[in-house]
């Protein structure tokens, strides 16, 4: 799992440092800098998601070890909101692995030694892989996959912290489950 930075607005990068993650066979990871000034770095394995550390930029990394945020071997998503504090987006239950369903989005206001909500926001199986981002009106918007093989859907929810702590939708113009693309055309050969 590397780490990339830029300091002139993404036009070069530069490698800065990396850890071995056992037990993977994807790097899909995603960090945060703490308010302490270390970066914690979340990573998908075969057993779920390893975590690990680093106090100096990310040049090096402490022994990445397995953290109590359970997860199939999917990708999820971590990110720093405006309010200051962590969302995370994942399948299910923090403590369960439950497999490609639930896509349930939590917060944390201690830097991710406890969370807040469990707002299912897809409760079907097949979803994965999301991604977002939160506009300058606060409102996150959170994109992923459903039945990549069949259904071949990209579908993005629109929620508010509130609706995350409330653990249904109660601010206006939130939404779910709003089709973005589907894939038209024959599907491909089962292997």
């Known amino acids: 799992a590397h780490l990339f930075v830029s300091t002139d ?3 070069t990068w530069t490698r800065r440092g990396g850890v071995v993650i056992p037990q993977s066979d994807f790097d899909e990871h995603m ?3 703490l308010k302490d000034g270390r970066l ?3 990573a998908r394995t075969k057993y779920g998601i390893a975590e690990t550390f680093s106090a100096d930029g990310g040049r090096t990394w402490s022994e990445p070890a397995p953290s109590a945020i359970q997860n199939p071997s999917a990708r999820f998503f971590l990110r720093r ?3 200051g504090n962590l969302l995370l987006v994942k399948n299910g239950p923090l403590d369960q692995r439950i497999g490609r369903a639930q896509m349930t989005a939590f917060l944390s206001e201690n ?3 406890t969370w807040k909500g469990g ?3 897809e409760e079907r199986n097949g979803v994965s892989y ?3 981002f939160q506009s300058p009106d606060g409102v996150i918007h959170i994109l992923y996959d459903r039945e990549r093989a069949k259904e071949r859907e990209i579908l993005m929810a629109r929620f508010t912290e509130a609706d995350v702590l409330a653990v249904l939708l109660v601010s206006p113009g939130s939404r779910t489950k709003m089709l973005v693309s589907k894939a038209r055309g024959s599907t491909l050969p089962a292997t």
Do not use: H, N, Q
């Open 40 to 42: 914690w770095l979340l």
């Open 81 to 83: 909101l405006a309010s």
């Open 31 to 33: 960090f945060v800098e």
């Open 9 to 11: 607005k993404g036009a």
């Open 111 to 113: 830097e991710g030694k």
């Open 130 to 132: 999301p991604d977002g």
């Open 119 to 121: 707002f299912v926001f």
